[in-house]
C-alpha cells in the first residue's frame, strides 16, 4: 500500500496533549531532522531520503570489493538502516529542543528508532538476522553501544555508551510515551503523527503499513517504548560478547556505511566519479618510459618496484594504479602515502601537476587528510542535537538562542568539511592517519569502509623502523581483505623488506626492479670522521658555496640543522647575492617543526629554487639548504654538492638522491660526503653502526668510492646481513601480528574503541601540536562563525610523540590538540622553551 493511501486517524482522547496556546498539531511535514539551515530547517522525511540514496553513492565508489562479496545482504541491510536512522527525531522533545533556546530532551532518538524497525521489520517480513543488524545499525550511527572492555564510565569526550544510558533504572515509558511536565505530560508520538511516519516509511519499503500501529499502550499492543526496549535488548545482547572477526569486521564497515552516508547526506557533499588518474596515464606520456614503468603499468595485482631516486618510481606507481582500475568494481579511489607528515603538500602539488582535472576544472582535486584537524571534524560530525545543553530559564533562553544557532551552524560547517575529507577519489595521506580507522566507531568506521576497494600506493617503505614497518604490514593484511590492492615503492628496500611485504599480504605480489644502469654514476662518496658542524666541515662548506655551488646539508635533528643554518646562512645569502642579486632564497632551513602553513612556503621556494637541472645546463647555482629528513621524500631537489650526517643506508641513499639528481651535472660525478655522527638520535643505535659498518666495508675494503644503484644494494646487503639486521626482521614481525591482534581485529565491533586514538599516536609516535601563540587564531578557524577548520590545519605543528615533554605540552580538551610552548619563526621553525634534553628525537 502507497503511503498517500493511508489516511491518519485522529488520535483518541487518552492520546492527546495538552493544547499549548497558539499551537497546532504537528503533521510529517512539520517535522524536523535537523535545526539548519534556520531560514529552513531539513524536514525527516527530505533527510532520510537523501542518506538513502548517498548509500547508493557509497555502493557505486566500493561495490562488493573483498569481505563484503561474502554477505550478499550488506548493501540492502545499510539502506534501509538509512531510511530509519533518525525515525526518532518524530519525537516532541527531540523537535522542540531544535528551536531556539528550546529544553533539552535528554533521550537519544535512534534508540526510540529502534521501534520503527521493530515494525517494518514486521511489516516487510525482514528475517531476524536483518532485523537485529538494521537494529544495530540505527543504534550505534552516533554513540558506542558499549563502555570499553576494560573499564566502563565515560568515554574520552564524555559520551556515554547505550548500554550505560539504558539500563534497568531507565523508565522507558516517560522517556518516550509521555513525559512529565510542569503543569501535565508530553505525548511524544501523537497517533497521527505516528500513522503518518509509518505510511511513509511503508511507501519507502513498498510494503503495507503495520496492522497495529500503536505508539502506546491503550490499543492493547507494545508501545514505542516497549519495542524500542526490547530491541535495544536484543541488540546490546548480540554484541555483548566477542563474536568471529570476520562477522565483527563486516558490522563496522557497515556501520561506516551508515554514518559515510549520514554525513554525506547532511552537508549535501556529493561523493566525486571523477578520478584524475585515467587508465591511458602510461600512453600519455610525454618521454619514452623507463622499462620499470612499463612493466609496473603491466602488472594486475600487488606490486613492489624498486628503483633509484629519479627514475620515475612515482610515474611507476600512477601506472600500476591506472592498470588496476579496468580489473576492479566499482569505482577504487587512489590514496598514496608517504613516511611523513611534513611531506604531504610536496606530494599533492606535484599531483596536481602531473594529472587531468575534471571537466571545468582548473586543477585536478587531489584529497588531503588532516590528522588532528580531521579527528575533530569526525568527531564534531556524529555529534547531534540530542546532547545540546541542559535547558535555560524563559529569559536566559532568548538571550542564548543566538548562540545557540551559532552551535548548530558550527557542527554543520563541520559535516560539510568532514565531507571534504572523503569525496575525492584520490587522496594523499600517511598510514598513520589511515589507520585511525582501526578506532572505528561512528566517527571512524567510515574512515575503515573507505579503504574497500581502494588502490594504496606506499611510497619510501623503508623510511619506517622496524615496528612501525610491521604495523603497516599488518595494514596490507586488512587491505587486501577490504578488496584493496598493494604498491610499494622504494629505491632502497632490502631483501628483508621485500620477504615481510610478501609474506604478509595473501595474493601474488610481483616485484620489479629497474635494470642495472638505470641511473648514472652520480656520486663520489667520501666519508668523513668529522661531525657535520666541526670547524672543519663548516669551512668546507662555505667553501662550497664561495665557489658557487648549491649546497645540501642533512642532519638528524632538528637542533643540529638550525644551529647549522645559523652558522651559514649569511655566508650563502652574501655568495647567492653574488651570483644572484636580489635572490631571497640564498638560505633555506627545513624541517618537520614548521606550521605547515610555512613548512608548503618553504617547499615552494625550494622547488624553484633547486629543480632538476636541465639538460646541457652548466651554470653553477648557489645556494644553501639545511634539511633533515623531510627532505628525503616528495621532494624533486637537485644540488651540486651533499653533506650528510650518516643515517640508516636507506636515508643516506634518498639524500644522495637530491645530489646531482639524474647525473646531469656538468663535472659528472660529484662529491657526497657522509660525516659520522657523534650520536644516534633519532635512530636505534645499531642501525646506526651497521650503516657506519657497510659504509666502511664499501670504501675501505672493498674500493669502492661511488654510490650507484649497485652499491646502494651492496650496502643493504652488509647492513642487514648482521645480528642488528635479523633482529629488525625479527622485531618487524612481531610488531606486525600483535597490532593485527590488538587493533585490527573487530571482535567487540560496537564497544567504545575511542582510547584507540591515544595508543596509536603512541605506537606511531606521531602528533600534531599548535603553539601557545596561535590558541586564538586557531580557535577562530575551527569554531568561528566565519572559519574554516581545514585552513585551521595551516596552524598546526608535526612533532614527536615523545617529544611533547620536551616542549612543555599539555592537551586543551576545547581546542581537541595538544599545546606546546617554546619559541616560534616562520624561518628557523620551532625551538624548545629550553635546551633540549639528550633523549629528544627528531625529524
Not at 180 to 199: D, K
Not at 211 to 236: C, E, F, I, W
Not at 310 to 329: C, I, N, V
Not at 518 to 527: N, W
Amino acid at each position: 500500500m502507497a503511503a498517500d493511501n493511508v489516511t491518519a486517524a485522529p488520535p483518541p482522547p487518552s492520546h492527546r496533549q495538552a493544547p499549548q496556546p497558539g499551537a497546532r498539531r504537528r503533521r510529517l511535514t512539520d517535522v524536523r531532522a535537523k535545526s539548519h539551515p534556520p531560514h529552513d530547517p531539513e524536514r525527516l522525511t527530505t533527510h532520510s531520503r537523501v542518506v538513502h540514496d548517498t548509500v547508493t553513492q557509497i555502493e557505486q565508489r566500493v561495490a562488493t570489493a573483498g569481505i563484503l562479496a561474502a554477505e550478499p545482504a550488506f548493501w540492502t541491510r545499510v539502506r534501509r538502516a538509512a531510511v530509519l536512522h533518525d525515525t526518532g527525531k518524530v519525537a516532541e522533545g527531540f523537535q522542540r529542543q531544535l528551536l531556539p533556546g528550546g529544553a533539552r530532551w535528554g533521550q537519544r532518538h535512534e534508540v526510540l528508532s529502534l521501534a520503527y524497525v521493530d515494525l517494518l521489520a514486521e511489516a516487510a517480513g525482514w528475517t531476524d538476522a536483518d532485523r537485529l543488524v538494521i537494529a544495530t545499525l540505527v543504534a550505534t550511527h552516533h554513540r558506542a553501544l558499549h563502555a570499553p572492555a576494560a573499564a566502563a564510565g565515560r568515554t574520552a569526550r564524555g559520551r556515554r555508551s547505550l548500554a550505560e544510558t539504558y539500563n534497568a533504572h531507565t523508565r522507558w515509558d516517560e522517556a518516550f510515551t509521555r513525559t512529565p511536565q510542569p503543569g501535565g505530560e508530553q505525548v511524544q508520538v501523537p497517533m497521527g503523527l505516528h500513522r503518518e511516519l509509518l505510511a511513509w516509511l511503508a511507501g519507502m519499503f513498498a510494503t503495507d503499513p503495520p496492522r497495529s500501529p500503536q505508539p502506546s499502550a491503550a490499543g492493547g499492543g507494545p508501545t514505542l517504548a516497549d519495542r524500542a526496549r526490547l530491541l535495544l535488548g536484543r541488540v546490546l545482547e548480540a554484541w555483548q560478547q566477542p563474536v568471529r572477526p570476520e562477522p565483527g569486521l563486516l558490522a563496522v564497515l557497515a556501520q561506516g556505511a551508515l554514518t559515510l552516508a549520514d554525513h554525506a547526506g547532511s552537508a549535501h557533499v556529493p561523493l566525486q566519479t571523477h578520478l584524475p588518474l585515467t587508465p591511458d596515464y602510461l600512453s600519455r606520456f610525454p618521454h619514452t618510459p623507463y622499462p620499470h614503468q612499463r612493466s609496473a603499468g603491466a602488472t594486475d595485482g600487488h606490486l613492489i618496484l624498486t628503483a633509484p631516486t629519479g627514475s620515475g618510481k612515482t610515474e611507476s606507481g600512477l601506472a600500476w594504479a591506472a592498470r588496476q582500475l579496468s580489473t576492479m568494481p566499482g569505482l577504487p579511489r587512489v590514496v598514496w602515502t608517504l613516511p611523513y607528515r611534513a611531506s604531504l603538500n610536496a606530494a599533492r602539488t606535484r599531483l596536481q601537476r602531473d594529472l587531468a582535472p575534471a571537466p571545468g576544472e582548473r586543477l585536478p582535486d587531489v584529497g588531503l587528510l588532516h590528522g588532528t584537524v580531521a579527528h575533530t571534524l569526525l568527531t564534531q560530525a556524529v555529534d547531534d542535537d540530542c546532547g545540546a545543553p541542559p535547558p535555560a530559564p524563559p529569559a536566559a533562553a532568548a538571550r542564548q538562542a543566538p548562540h545557540a544557532r551559532q552551535a548548530h551552524a558550527r557542527q554543520a560547517r563541520a559535516r560539510a568539511n568532514a565531507m571534504r575529507l572523503f569525496t575525492q577519489r584520490l587522496r594523499v595521506a600517511t598510514p598513520h592517519q589511515l589507520l585511525r580507522g582501526a578506532i572505528a566507531g561512528p566517527a571512524y568506521s567510515s574512515v575503515l569502509l573507505e579503504q574497500a576497494n581502494s588502490l594504496f600506493v606506499l611510497d619510501e617503505l623503508h623510511a619506517y623502523e622496524p615496528a612501525t614497518f610491521g604495523r603497516l604490514c599488518a595494514a596490507m593484511r586488512l587491505w587486501e581483505t577490504l578488496g584493496s590492492r598493494v604498491a610499494v615503492l622504494s629505491a632502497t628496500l632490502a631483501r628483508q623488506m621485500v620477504d615481510l611485504v610478501t609474506e604478509s599480504l595473501g595474493r601474488t605480489v610481483t616485484h620489479h626492479r629497474a635494470p642495472a644502469g638505470t641511473s648514472p654514476v652520480r656520486h663520489r662518496l667520501v666519508l668523513d670522521q668529522d661531525p657535520i658542524d666541526s670547524p672543519a666541515s663548516l669551512a668546507r662548506l662555505r667553501a662550497w658555496l664561495a665557489d658557487g655551488h648549491s649546497v645540501l646539508a642533512v642532519c638528524n635533528t632538528v637542533a643540529t640543522a638550525q644551529r647549522l643554518h645559523a652558522e651559514l646562512a649569511d655566508d650563502a645569502r652574501t655568495a647567492a647575492r653574488t651570483a644572484r642579486p636580489g635572490d631571497p632564497s640564498g638560505a633555506l632551513l627545513l624541517h618537520s617543526r614548521f606550521k605547515n602553513r610555512d613548512r608548503n612556503a618553504i617547499e615552494r621556494h625550494l622547488l624553484r629554487r633547486h629543480p632538476e637541472r636541465r639538460p646541457g645546463e652548466h651554470a653553477r647555482r648557489g645556494g644553501l639548504v639545511v634539511a633533515t629528513q623531510t627532505v628525503e621524500v616528495s621532494l624533486q631537489l637537485d644540488f651540486d654538492r651533499g653533506a650528510v650526517t650518516c643515517a640508516p643506508v636507506e636515508a643516506v641513499a634518498q639524500r644522495a638522491g637530491r645530489v646531482n639528481r639524474r647525473g646531469r651535472h656538468p663535472d659528472g660525478p660529484v662529491e657526497f660526503r657522509v660525516h659520522r655522527s657523534d650520536g644516534h638520535r633519532p635512530y636505534e643505535q645499531d642501525a646506526m653502526a651497521a650503516a657506519w659498518n657497510a659504509l666502511t666495508t664499501l670504501t675501505e675494503e672493498e674500493g669502492v668510492d661511488t654510490l650507484s644503484e649497485q652499491d646502494v644494494d651492496r650496502l643493504l646487503d652488509l647492513a642487514y646481513d648482521t645480528d642488528w639486521g635479523r633482529r629488525w626482521a625479527e622485531d618487524a614481525r612481531r610488531a606486525r601480528d600483535e597490532f593485527a591482534e590488538t587493533f585490527l581485529t573487530f571482535t567487540d565491533p560496537f564497544h567504545d574503541r575511542s582510547e584507540f586514538a591515544a595508543r596509536l599516536n603512541e605506537q606511531f609516535d606521531s602528533v600534531e601540536v599548535l603553539h601557545h601563540e596561535d590558541i586564538d587564531a586557531y580557535r577562530d578557524l575551527t569554531a568561528g562563525t566565519d572559519g574554516d577548520p581545514l585552513l585551521a590545519a595551516d596552524l598546526l605543528i608535526p612533532l614527536r610523540y615523545r617529544a611533547l615533554r620536551t616542549y612543555h605540552a599539555r592537551y586543551d580538551g576545547d581546542l581537541a590538540t595538544y599545546v606546546v610552548g617554546g619559541t616560534y619563526d616562520p624561518t628557523t621553525g620551532l625551538h624548545p622553551p629550553s635546551p633540549p634534553s639528550a633523549s629528544e628525537t627528531i625529524l
